[in-house]
């Protein structure tokens, strides 16, 4: 049985917040519109809203590269209000 990260354990995550914000600043409508710009699938962003999966580093940098905002912004944005970065076992997300 896999173990809830602790980022979806978190009261306060909150990927839509942050997702939405993102598609106001680049004027889209749609998650496929986004998911395009982020040059992910849908079925990735769809997981991340549904808490399914967690907004993990290369999302985060894929985030900040569409945006030109801060990792700590956008992990604000999303509620993470973690005092360190979480990295995952091997440097895999």
Same mark, same amino acid.
């Given at each position: 049985? %896999?173990?809830? &990260?602790? #980022? ?5 995550? =909150?990927? =839509?917040?942050?997702?939405?914000? $993102?598609?106001? !600043? ?7 519109? !986004?998911?395009?710009? #982020?040059? $992910?699938?849908?079925? %990735?962003? &769809?997981?991340? /809203?549904?808490?399914?999966?967690? $907004?993990?580093?290369?999302? *985060?940098? /894929? *985030?900040?590269?569409?945006? =030109?905002?801060?990792? /700590?912004? !956008?992990?604000? /944005?999303?509620? =993470?209000? %973690? ?11």
């Amino acid at each position: 049985m %896999a173990t809830k &990260s602790p #980022l979806l354990a978190m009261p306060s995550y =909150d990927p =839509d917040a942050l997702l939405n914000h $993102v598609m106001v !600043l680049l004027k889209l409508r749609t998650d496929a519109e !986004l998911a395009k710009a #982020l040059g $992910v699938s849908p079925p %990735a962003l &769809s997981k991340v /809203r549904h808490r399914r999966m967690e $907004v993990g580093a290369s999302m *985060l940098i /894929r *985030l900040h590269e569409a945006t =030109d905002l801060s990792i /700590r912004e !956008l992990r604000n /944005r999303m509620g =993470d209000t %973690a005092k360190r970065y979480r990295m995952p076992a091997g440097g895999q997300d």
